[in-house]
């Protein structure tokens, strides 16, 4: 908790803040390449969160913003965006190692 408000990259255990962090990279990711704006990143890693229940691994994340993407006329690879969601998992562990 910072200042008594929880922030949305916070949590107990470290495996919850690395998905959360992954998950807000990601969200950042999709806003660059499909112009959202900056402001709508916040609410983004929500709904990749919320994604991310869906099934084991990053499968489900990947078929969202496949989807998201698709709905704002980007075709993209799936390889592409799978190595973006990848690419945002390492980053997050590598984030977690140096800080802890």
């Known amino acids: 908790m910072v200042n008594n408000v929880q922030h949305p990259l ?3 255990r470290a495996d919850g803040y690395i998905l959360a962090y992954r998950n807000h990279l990601i969200a950042s990711w999709f806003a660059s390449v499909a112009g959202m704006p900056e402001a ?3 609410v983004y890693t929500q709904d990749i969160a919320a994604a991310d229940r869906s099934a084991p691994g990053h499968s489900d994340v990947v078929a969202k ?3 998201d ?3 704002r006329a980007i075709d993209m690879p799936v390889e592409e965006i799978d ?3 990848t690419a945002a998992t390492v ?3 590598q984030h977690h190692s140096m800080t802890d």
């Open 65 to 67: 913003l496949r989807r």
């Open 69 to 71: 993407l698709i709905l």
């Open 83 to 85: 190595a973006a969601v």
């Open 10 to 12: 916070q949590y107990d």
């Open 91 to 93: 980053r997050a562990w």
């Open 40 to 42: 709508q990143v916040d």
